[in-house]
């Protein structure tokens, strides 16, 4: 049982280049989630999906685009990307209201 | 909007000492959960213990445990019995009710545990 997987683990950019963060869970879960990482800021909601098919905006969605491709699956797109979007990038995913995330071990982004 | 607190950037323990991680919260509800999560240097998110707020029990995990004070709105872990495996990074996090239709997490900013031998 793999829970959440992500990938890639390390990626560098430069400015203005695309990528897609993936994302997949094993778990049955109906909610999915991308977080992202700055020093001295927590982790701060880019984007959620609650259930297949939905999506929703976090509070940092600027700059990304999001796809629930099916239930296992929610990515994460940058079009174009920025020195700003140098994170960690977390995907959390959950299975009902109340219950518990589980998280995917990060992709650290650098763009430069 | 809810807000998450930690007031301690770093803190640090002796082996087999206890230590307390404070977290103080903002919201308007009645209704919510809290969570303390655990970092390591691997980066990977850990669930420590959670907390429900119509619980007035405490929650514990083994040497984990929390000082869920709700009307203080605070949210404090308690770590008994340091082990150098608990140096890490400790965030707090809450989740409201937000209509029924999400699990968003607010994270607080961290406290970095250092644990010496």
């Known amino acids: 049982n793999a829970g959440v997987t992500q990938t890639p683990k390390f990626q560098v950019l430069k400015t203005g280049q695309s990528m897609t963060l993936q994302c997949a869970q094993d778990?049955?879960?109906?909610?999915m989630y991308w977080y992202r990482q700055d020093p001295g800021m927590g982790l701060r909601l880019i984007y959620y999906s609650a259930s297949e098919g939905t999506t929703d905006k976090g509070e940092v969605p600027n700059g990304y685009n999001v796809s629930r491709l099916n239930k296992r699956e929610f990515s994460l797109r940058l079009e174009s990307a920025a020195p700003s979007q140098t994170s960690v990038y977390f995907c959390?995913?959950?299975?009902?209201?109340?219950?518990?995330?589980?998280f995917g071990p990060g992709t650290r982004l650098l763009v430069l | 909007a809810q807000t998450v607190t930690q007031s301690q950037p770093e803190m640090s323990v002796q082996e087999a000492e206890t230590v307390t991680l404070s977290c103080t919260y903002d919201?308007?509800?009645?209704?919510?959960?809290l969570f303390w999560y655990k970092q390591p240097p691997s980066r990977q998110m850990i669930l420590v213990i959670r907390q429900e707020a119509y619980k007035q029990q405490n929650a514990t995990e083994n040497r984990f445990s929390v000082n869920f004070q709700k009307a203080a709105k605070s949210f404090s872990l308690k770590i008994s019995d340091s082990q150098l495996g608990d140096a890490a990074m400790y965030f707090c996090?809450?989740?409201?009710?937000?209509?029924?239709?999400?699990?968003?997490?607010?994270f607080g900013t961290g406290t970095l545990l250092a644990v010496q031998p």
């Open positions: 919201t308007s509800e009645s209704d919510y959960y």
């Open positions: 996090a809450y989740r409201g009710n937000y209509g029924g239709a999400t699990n968003k997490l607010i």
């Open positions: 959390a995913s959950v299975r009902g209201l109340w219950e518990t995330q589980y």
């Open positions: 778990m049955n879960h109906n909610s």
